[in-house]
């Protein structure tokens, strides 16, 4: 059983940068792979970044290729997520994700984090 716990989001302008971050509880956070999804309103939760067990491959949807970084910290068992260059677009609330899953799909994905709000304005 894995608990994760988002924090980081909040407002902020575009072009501003914001780190989001997911704690996990559990001795075997670095036997998972972590992502991060999102959901704005009315939509569906959608992919944002991946990264492997070891946080040697990482993968991250087109909308947010160049601007975001998805890292992780296995001794702190933290998975991040750096957003630069935010837009108004970007404005949803992030959910982080643990399993052992490759896939952009969030059914996937075994656990899931309460979600911290991201809101960037024009």
């Known amino acids: 059983q894995v608990q994760l716990v988002e924090s980081g989001g909040g407002l902020a302008q575009a072009g501003d940068s914001l780190r989001l971050s997911c704690a996990a509880s559990g001795r075997t956070f670095s036997t998972y792979a972590m992502a991060w999804f999102r959901q704005a309103p009315g939509n569906e939760r959608d992919f944002v970044a991946r990264i492997s067990a070891s946080g040697g491959i990482t993968r991250y949807a087109d909308s947010v290729k160049g601007r975001f970084t998805i890292s992780r910290d296995n001794a702190k068992n933290t998975v991040y997520l750096q957003m630069n260059s935010l837009k108004p677009e970007d404005t949803a609330v992030y959910y982080c994700?643990?399993?052992?899953?490759?896939?952009?799909?969030?059914?996937?994905?075994?656990?899931w984090g309460q979600g911290t709000q991201v809101t960037v304005s024009s």
């Open positions: 994700a643990a399993g052992y899953s490759s896939s952009v799909i969030p059914t996937t994905y075994n656990y």
